[in-house]
């Protein structure tokens, strides 16, 4: 089982980029992204049911991010808008089943799979 990562990179503070996360060997009903800052804990970002019917968003990156799946390529993407230097983090992707916290208050318990990561840098 395997995630891959891609898609950061250096960006001025206003622009966009767009993260993709392709799983190889396992399909998950949960998919999200999480981040973690230079002397930080990693912290929530968004993540999605299999459908796409359930979609919960950190309040930090709420109307500027947008998380979708597509279960034909077994890949997240993570649209990331209006960027801020705040959003300078290693982005992770990760995978799971259905568990209790899975949402905005995840840790990053119960995704059993992980991404290498993929750095974004948000210059002001």
């Known amino acids: 089982v395997q995630l891959q990562a891609s898609g950061g990179g250096l960006v001025q503070a206003g622009g966009s980029l767009r993260l993709s996360c392709v799983a190889s060997g396992l399909t998950f009903s949960i998919m999200g992204w999480f981040r973690q800052a230079p002397g930080k804990e990693r912290e929530f970002v968004a993540a999605?049911?299999?459908?796409?019917?359930?979609?919960y968003y950190a309040d930090s990156v709420k109307a500027r991010f947008t998380i979708s799946r597509d279960n034909a390529k077994n890949t997240v993407y993570l649209q990331m808008n209006s960027l801020k230097p705040e959003d300078t983090a290693v982005y992770y992707c990760a995978g799971g089943p259905m568990h209790t916290g899975w949402g905005r208050s995840s840790k990053g318990a119960g995704y059993d799979y992980w991404g290498q990561g993929t750095l974004v840098t948000v210059s002001s």
């Open positions: 999605s049911s299999w459908s796409g019917g359930i979609i």
